[in-house]
């Protein structure tokens, strides 16, 4: 089993965090904007255009934002490099596939740092197969994230990361 990156690499990425999600009025963005909308502030080059001053500008949300790698493993891996601007139909599909491996993404986070502390067998052993049902053999489209295998693996994390907060403290 091979992780994928998780950490974002805006070069090989459309911009998916900056169309897929909206910006909603008790949120840190300076403008609001619905789902599946490209922001305004995005250049024709998929770069931000007030990437240089985006907290000054009251994007702070932006800031704050990581997609741990999900935005180029879904455009590079999942729709071999094309773009939402090469074939517009592909921005609904690209911006859900976003919004499906994201969190499988900041998963795999956890799961990391669960692997790097002090666990008892029986917790590696879960950090180890939770880790591997997150990471389905080889996926092709958004739907090998879709399978109940991972979707429940990422539905059992909450309680996995409980059991840990012994181990934290004791790993300090
Ligand atoms: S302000 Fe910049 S980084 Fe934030 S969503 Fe808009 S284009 Fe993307």
Redesign the pocket.
């Given at each position: 089993m091979t992780l994928p990156e998780l950490k974002e690499d805006c070069s090989r990425c459309a911009?998916l965090?900056?169309?897929a999600?909206p910006?909603e009025e008790h949120e840190d963005?300076?403008?609001l904007?619905d789902a599946d909308t490209?922001?305004?502030?995005?250049?024709p080059d998929f770069?931000?255009?007030?990437?240089s001053g985006?907290a000054a500008?009251g994007?702070g949300?932006?800031?704050a934002?990581s997609c741990a790698g999900a935005g180029q493993r879904v455009t590079q891996a999942l729709f071999d490099g094309e773009t939402w601007r090469d074939d517009p139909d592909l921005l609904p599909h690209m911006t859900y596939a976003l919004r499906v491996l994201r969190p499988i993404h900041e998963a795999l986070l956890v799961l990391e740092e669960a692997a790097a502390l002090h666990l008892p067998g029986s917790l590696r052993s879960r950090c180890a197969a939770l880790t591997r049902a997150l990471c389905p053999p080889a996926p092709t489209s958004v739907w090998d994230f879709t399978e109940d295998s991972v979707q429940d693996a990422l539905a059992e994390l909450p309680e996995f990361v409980e059991r840990l907060a012994p181990f934290a403290q004791s790993s300090r």
């Amino acid at each position: 089993m091979t992780l994928p990156e998780l950490k974002e690499d805006c070069s090989r990425c459309a911009a998916l965090c900056c169309l897929a999600y909206p910006f909603e009025e008790h949120e840190d963005f300076g403008l609001l904007k619905d789902a599946d909308t490209p922001c305004p502030n995005l250049g024709p080059d998929f770069r931000c255009t007030i990437h240089s001053g985006l907290a000054a500008c009251g994007f702070g949300g932006c800031v704050a934002y990581s997609c741990a790698g999900a935005g180029q493993r879904v455009t590079q891996a999942l729709f071999d490099g094309e773009t939402w601007r090469d074939d517009p139909d592909l921005l609904p599909h690209m911006t859900y596939a976003l919004r499906v491996l994201r969190p499988i993404h900041e998963a795999l986070l956890v799961l990391e740092e669960a692997a790097a502390l002090h666990l008892p067998g029986s917790l590696r052993s879960r950090c180890a197969a939770l880790t591997r049902a997150l990471c389905p053999p080889a996926p092709t489209s958004v739907w090998d994230f879709t399978e109940d295998s991972v979707q429940d693996a990422l539905a059992e994390l909450p309680e996995f990361v409980e059991r840990l907060a012994p181990f934290a403290q004791s790993s300090r």
